[in-house]
């Protein structure tokens, strides 16, 4: 079909598009005019997806995306909706209640209906660059329409801080009964530490070990001394029962000196004497008895010298093994101590872990003391709404033009049902297409033959007036 087809078949069957269009035309603009107006008032608030300065928390970027896709689901909710019926008490009023008897006989929860029925109205719309949220609520009527809307957005503030202090206060009281439970843990810990304290008679290991670590040092410098005497007097003592005249200790003897001094000096008398006085003199044999005297004095002085070297060997040797005894004795006392002190480290540790435990528990808890307390959520009304001063529908205006075009595309199709069904022919082309014969020429219609020949008698007669 050509454009010149469809151009005579709408001239045509003009008279049937007309009255399809003019019928949808009207009809739309009667039904919008007994429509009843809706007005429409908006509310907006604000999310703020800072860091709360109660919670030490950041929000995620991935959640921060999310955040207000939540928001707007957390308005649209079934809980929103209920506390609004709550806040204006909308069941009690006696049309609703009424209504509610009629659509459901008394049976379910009026304010679950209640919520249902406001929440057709609600329109939420997020923005898109921005962390602003715009509430709108279309009503009957303006007052109607602001007050919902404006009960929505406080409804929907109320919301988050329950959302936001509720859970708060669950783990306040979940951590209160851990914190207690940790100080219990933490008491006995202590109180264990302390039974071992007393029973050990340790109060400060490290101390303790430090000075029983000193003293067996101590003990180990004197066994090593006393070792070394030992061994000097062991060699002394060898010495004096082998050649105790050779001892150092009889060499530097002041009365063997001396005795052996007046020894020399008797012997040389003697020899005098002898030479002088013969052997049988009595001076000689006194002298003889002298000399005696004197060797026998000198091995009794020498004999206590060796025997105070024995002495003194002996001595070293019990001091020796006293200072020995009480090396082992405080090694012993230092591993039971060290023992001890392992003993205590752990206990030690178990104490330390208990109070970090319980130190955090502590910290959480306050935190989520003080996250329980606050009125904050982090939404905040922009801007209230106010009652419309004209109705957003039905839009008269609107509804005409588009009923103009959709009856206007309604006409047009009928119309070309119609010619589907009744084809008539209008130009050359439609007999070419119907008889597949060539068209040799065109006869003026009727009415255009005599509008050609008027057209001519006036022309002609016009001439002839004007000669």
Known sequence: MTFNQFLRIIRSRWVLVLSIVTVVVLSTLGVSLMLTKQYT??????????????????????????YLATQVDIIKSANVAQRVVRTLRLTENPQMRELWMKQTKGQGDVTAWAADLIDKGLTVKPSRESNVIEIQYEGNSPGFASTLANAYARAYIDSTVQIKVGPARQYAEFFEERARAAREKLERAREKLAEAQREKGIVLTDERLDVETARLAELSSQVNALRAMRSETTS??????????????????????????????????????????????PQVIESRATIDSLRAQIRNETSRVTGSVRGGASMAAQREAEAIAAFEAQRERLLKLKESRTDLQVMEREVETAQRIYDSIQERLSQTNLESQTSQSGIYLLSSATEPTSPTSPRVFLNTAVSLVLGTLLALMVAMTVELFDRRVRSPIDITQALDIPVIGVLPAPKSHRRLTTARLRLAFGSKSAS
């Open 41 to 66: 008032a908006s509310a907006t608030v604000m999310a703020d997806v800072r860091p709360d300065p109660v919670s030490p928390y950041a929000m995620a970027g991935a959640m921060a995306n999310t």
């Open 236 to 281: 002394r003592r060898a010495q004096a029962s082998a050649n105790p005249e050779q001892l150092n200790d009889v060499l530097n003897n002041p009365v063997v000196a001396n005795l052996k001094t007046d020894l020399a000096r008797q012997e040389g008398r003697l020899r005098e004497l002898s030479e002088r006085l013969g052997d049988a003199h």
